[in-house]
């Protein structure tokens, strides 16, 4: 790399994992020039895609990341997706180094008999639906009164919430006209939350268990039959304060005797599910679980005893999956790009001059913003260390942001930038303070996100949307 011209680097995924690399690495003492590739035409990621729409707190993290990217130094290339308009090949060419931060994007495997049956539904993509992701269906099917939703996770306290909670009471949300619809036809009346482990091993956070009972209408059940702890529960406790947190809060559940909501739900504790029951229509009839009992270090055995709930519909909230990008190396079990400490490996384990990553699509998709600004500490540093040891270098001599510009423009992408993102998020929030006159007594809406892809490129290119409806309003 030439002394006279910035580091040339572009990280593929405007999620927190990449919006933090890129900050973290603007301030690395670098010359560094940055892109930031989205293959959506808004950013944040699942931050915006993945967070349920009645946690204003959490999309807090909106205005940190949003600070970042306001300032200029990280140029945004949105509606961009390697892989289908630009190649890894593509990028090696017009950038010294590459960090890829594409999250988990889909549903991890879930195997158990009847997993397959038509009302079977993976958390990610429920979540994509009322999250208003544009490149998922507009309608959702619920019709069932009795839903499972397999997972002891954040994840699956969202899922349950939603689904339980009336629609009105979700008005105040950016929710789109379609998500609204759907959920004012929701018939449900129970949802069952079921986790293979004890009230000490439940992966909640306080604070998301604590929302749980404060839905209008809606009950939560917990059951004192589900309360065990052993030596390994014991110790947890005393380790963790949230852990702490997460039992009181459910031993709280547990005391309430007197449950008067229309619609219920219910944590059960210590069962692990074994089969999805199929009527002789082949529809979801049933779930069945299998108690398990703690082993005396935390984890937990299968008792032989079975319990079938009713139910028909079933949501598997077990984990987040990442998808594997072409021209970059994929462990299809773990569902990470391989590395070491962020540096991409190839199949012997040998780096990849070039290629980084950070994230969820790094280690797996666990921990929270902490641990994305620690993981994208680590990433960044090994790129520093390989740039100051002459390592980088891009395999033409036509690098950076105008560089591909040029390559966009020649292939007719459709990219969006910053200043379309600000157009985009004034025109959203618009459509929230339009809303909130008609809500009257509810309150302003922040927002109310638009659907279509189509529809977002137009509204950040400050072209007209036409007469064609295409913001999730009915019909769409």
Do not use: C
Request: charged share 25%; hydrophobic share 40%.
């Amino acid at each position: 790399m030439s002394s006279a011209r910035p580091l040339n680097v572009a990280v593929i995924g405007a999620g927190p994992a990449g919006i933090y690399a890129a900050d973290i690495l603007s301030k690395s003492g670098l010359d560094v020039a940055i892109d930031l590739f989205e293959q959506l035409p808004a950013p944040y990621g699942l931050v915006r895609y993945g967070v349920a729409p009645d946690h204003p707190r959490i999309k807090q993290i909106i205005v940190a990341l949003y600070k970042i990217l306001q300032r200029g130094d990280i140029r945004l290339l949105g509606n961009v997706r390697v892989g289908r308009d630009i190649t890894v090949a593509d990028l090696n060419e017009h950038y010294d180094a590459v960090i890829f931060a594409t999250g988990s994007d889909r549903d991890k495997p879930f195997n158990i008999p009847g997993a397959d049956l038509p009302q079977v539904h993976g958390a990610a993509d429920f979540v994509s639906w009322y999250d208003s992701h544009p490149d998922h269906p507009r309608q959702w099917p619920l019709q069932a009164k009795e839903i499972a939703v397999i997972g002891a996770g954040n994840v699956a306290l969202d899922v349950a919430r939603v689904l339980a909670k009336h629609a009105d009471d979700m008005l105040t949300t950016e929710i789109a006209q379609n998500v609204y619809e759907g959920l004012s036809t929701n018939p449900v009346t129970d949802v069952h939350v079921f986790g293979r482990r004890g009230p000490a091993q439940m992966k909640f956070t306080p604070l998301e268990l604590r929302e749980l009972g404060k839905q209008p209408d809606v009950d939560v059940i917990v059951y004192e039959e589900d309360f065990d702890f052993d030596e390994g529960s014991q110790e947890a406790i005393r380790a963790s304060n949230q852990t702490k947190q997460v039992v009181k809060t459910l031993t709280n559940y547990a005391m309430v005797e007197e449950h008067t909501a229309s619609r219920r739900i219910h944590i059960h504790m210590f069962h692990s599910p074994s089969e999805i029951v199929a009527d002789e229509d082949g529809n979801v009839a049933a779930i069945r679980t299998e108690r398990t009992k703690l082993n005396g270090d935390g984890t937990v055995s299968g008792t032989g005893e079975f319990i079938e709930t009713p139910v028909q519909a079933v949501y598997r909230a077990v984990g987040y999956f990442s998808s594997p990008i072409e021209g970059v190396p994929f462990d299809d079990n773990r569902g990470v790009i391989p590395n070491e400490s962020g540096r991409v490996v190839d199949e012997a384990g040998v780096p990849i001059t070039g290629l980084y990553t950070t994230g969820w699509v790094k280690r797996g998709p666990v921990g929270l913003i902490g641990s994305t600004k620690s993981d994208a500490q680590e990433t960044i540093a090994m790129l520093v260390e390989d740039a100051q040891a002459g390592k980088l270098h891009a395999t033409s001599e036509a690098v950076g942001h105008d560089a591909m510009i040029n390559l966009l423009n020649e292939r007719g992408v459709r990219y969006t930038e910053w200043h379309g993102w600000e157009l985009l998020d004034e025109y959203e929030q618009k459509l929230g303070a339009d809303f909130g006159e008609v809500v009257g007594g509810r309150g302003l809406r922040e927002r109310v996100k638009v659907v279509s892809r189509e529809a977002m490129i137009r509204i950040s290119k400050g072209e007209d949307l036409g007469e064609t409806d295409l913001i999730g309003q009915p019909g769409e």
